[in-house]
């Protein structure tokens, strides 16, 4: 069973930078793809980000691409997303997930493990 713990979000102008991180215990973190989701108030829970096991491959939403990058490190069993230029649309609660296929993170939205979600709210 793996826990995951997500943290870094909070409340920043239109514009800025914040980088959420998540800490993985429990399981085997290499046998897992890691990602983020977002849920904004109303809307469905979308993909954001996602990465191998290896970390030798990223995907991205095309809301977010060029803006955001996702990294780990397993040593650490951590990964974290970094955000900037951020903008309004991009508030929601930020979810760090894992599975053990990276196509049912960014297809799906789907995860077998789930962080608590960390609030990222951008002010216009």
Known sequence: ??????SGGGLVQTGG???????????????????WFRQAPGKE????AAISWSGLSAYY?????????????NAKNTIALQMHSLKPEDTAVY????????????VEAAAD???QGTQVTVSS
Not at 61 to 73: E, N
Request: hydrophobic fraction near 40%; glycine fraction near 10%.
């Open 113 to 115: 493990y789930w962080g």
């Open 95 to 106: 979810y760090c997930v894992g599975d053990r296929a990276a196509s049912r993170l960014r």
């Open 17 to 35: 930078s914040l980088t959420l991180s998540c800490a993985a215990s429990g399981g085997t973190f290499r046998d897992y793809a890691m990602g």
């Open 61 to 73: 939403a095309d809301s977010v691409k060029g803006r955001f990058t996702i990294a780990r490190d």
């Open 45 to 48: 829970r979308e993909f954001v």
């Open 1 to 6: 069973q793996v826990q995951l713990v997500d």
